[in-house]
């Protein structure tokens, strides 16, 4: 991937919100007039009931040129996006969404109304190697062009990139944000330490609730440490959209962290949202 020059990163820092978005996408080669940008394809999966109508959308690829792959259900007016793996070592989050993935394909009355995207493995790089980064070193999670990204030092747990929206994994999941606009997201994660936790960012405390009525998780607006550059920050903190960050156990297995939030997040993807303030 051709990064941008110095004067290009100087202005991305400048920038903010949509216009930065575009700047980054644009640098990338992957603005909306790329051949690959729009595509969505039918691709029932051999078995599956025509009904489940699971759709997939190439959103681009990783560091290292694995396949990033948005799966869609549903086609109703809200919409949910609902993101896996973004921490590479957070593998219970990859396991949850696919489990999610598969039941919304054998369960459409689900997504009545909704649509619901799932990129199961948003950092297939770092799912492979069980490390936190992508093939760059990054913490995708760091990357994200919030008003409170900042730089940090090459070969730290949390290298936050070169430059806000630096990495492709990141410049993916903004596209999806431009293609799908969706109303809410929920990030998956796990904690190491098993603190389990809805923690949310924009207006998304009444669907933290809801959630937490389910999986009996704390309802937390800060999850206790610094999170410059996440995802929560640039799209709950800065762009107004409720975003759940949902933590895992990190030490059980994925089908029992699967059946404990199942409720949660059928829940979340059910509920009626505060209507966004879109910039
Ligand atoms: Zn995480």
């Known amino acids: 991937m051709t990064k941008p020059h110095g004067a290009m990163r100087a202005t991305l820092r400048r920038l903010a919100g949509p216009a930065l978005v575009a700047a980054i996408l644009m640098a990338a080669g992957v ?3 790329a051949p690959q940008a729009q595509i969505i394809r039918p691709s029932p999966p051999a078995g599956l009931a025509p009904a489940a109508a699971r759709r997939t959308m190439d959103i ?9 792959v948005v799966e869609i259900f549903g086609n109703g007016p809200k919409t949910v996006l ?3 793996g973004i921490h590479g070592d957070e593998t219970r989050s990859v396991a949850v969404a696919r489990f999610l993935a598969d039941h919304l394909a054998a369960n459409p009355e689900a997504v009545a109304g909704k649509t619901v995207a799932v990129l199961v493995n948003a950092n297939p790089t770092g799912a492979a190697n069980r490390t936190r980064t992508n093939a760059n070193g990054v913490d995708l999670n760091r990357n994200f062009p919030a008003s409170n990204w900042r730089p940090g030092a090459a070969g730290k747990r949390e290298f936050f990139g070169p430059f806000p929206g630096s990495e492709p994994e990141t410049q993916a999941i903004l596209r999806a944000m431009e293609l799908l606009r969706p109303d809410c997201i929920i990030s998956l994660h796990t904690d190491g330490r098993d603190a389990m936790c809805n923690n949310f960012d924009g207006p998304a405390e009444g669907l933290a609730r809801l959630m937490a009525a389910q999986n009996g998780y704390p309802v937390l607006a800060n999850i206790g440490h610094p999170t410059p550059g ?3 920050s640039w799209a709950g903190i800065d762009r107004g ?7 895992l156990p990190q030490n059980r297995p994925g089908e029992e962290c699967w059946q ?8 979340a993807i059910a509920a009626e949202v505060p209507s966004p303030v879109r910039q």
């Open 31 to 33: 603005c909306g007039c």
């Open 60 to 68: 681009g690829v990783a560091a290292d040129g694995k396949p990033l």
């Open 82 to 84: 609902i993101l896996g």
């Open 230 to 232: 996440s995802l929560g």
């Open 241 to 247: 959209l409720p975003v759940i960050t949902l933590e």
């Open 260 to 267: 404990r939030n199942r409720g949660a997040i059928l829940e």
